[in-house]
T-cell receptor, first 116, second 120 residues
């Protein structure tokens, strides 16, 4: 049973560049959420995708965008990178039961982004 | 708005000691979920437990136990007979059920974490 996978594991970019991070959910999951974790902090919710739509968004600017594909995998795009975007980006997947709500989120290993 | 507070930034204990990690939460919802995750140095968040707001029973899993008290909005985590492998950052988290009729979404709010160091 494959868990949540993310690629790449590490990435170095310069200010102003654009980056795309990828996530494949745990087998059987249909919902993907993205989190940003700065050093020494807890993960901060960026957004969640379900049925290929952005369902909810945290307090992040429009430079952060995403996409979910028909196979439930997802991408996180960040444009015009700033030094402050340096962080660990975590992807989490879960399953939506409908009226019963969501299953627990399971996290991937993350992508460490360094912006110079 | 939901909020999770982990007042203990760092804790150091000697191996085999018991340790309790505190978590206090704030929410306006009557239905919510509480979680504990472990983050070892590798970075991946490892799920430990999920608790429904309607279920206040304490839970024990091996050396781990959780004490959920709605009256004080707390969800504390105790490790008995700590081991070096328990060294990690532990996060408490809260999820509210919102907007379920429109497909819903699941937004998890994390605390700032407690770094536990178990010294051999």
């Amino acid at each position: 049973d494959a868990g949540v996978t993310q690629s790449p594991t590490h990435l170095i970019k310069t200010r102003g560049q654009q980056v795309t991070l990828r996530c494949s959910p745990k087998s059987g999951h249909d919902t993907v959420s993205w989190y940003q974790q700065a050093l020494g902090q807890g993960p901060q919710f960026i957004f969640q995708y379900y049925e290929e739509e952005e369902r909810q968004r945290g307090n992040f600017p429009d430079r952060f965008s995403g996409h979910q594909f028909p196979n439930y995998s997802s991408e996180l795009n960040v444009n015009a990178l700033l030094l402050g975007d340096s962080a660990l980006y975590l992807c989490a997947s879960s399953f939506y039961f409908g009226d019963r709500g969501f299953e627990t989120q399971y996290f991937g290993p993350g992508t460490r982004l360094l912006v110079l | 708005a939901q909020k999770v507070t982990q007042a203990q930034t760092e804790i150091s204990v000697v191996e085999k000691e018991d340790v309790t990690l505190d978590c206090v939460y704030e929410t306006r919802d009557t239905t919510y979920y509480l979680f504990w995750y472990k983050q070892p140095p590798s970075g991946e968040l490892v799920f430990l437990i999920r608790r429904n707001s309607f279920d206040e029973q304490n839970e024990i899993s091996g050396r781990y136990s959780w004490n959920f008290q709605k009256s004080t909005s707390s969800f504390n985590f105790t490790i008995t007979a700590s081991q070096v492998v328990d060294s990690a950052v532990y996060f408490c988290a809260l999820s509210e059920r919102e907007n379920m009729n429109s497909g819903g979404y699941q937004k998890v709010t994390f605390g700032t974490g407690t770094k536990l160091q178990v010294i051999p």
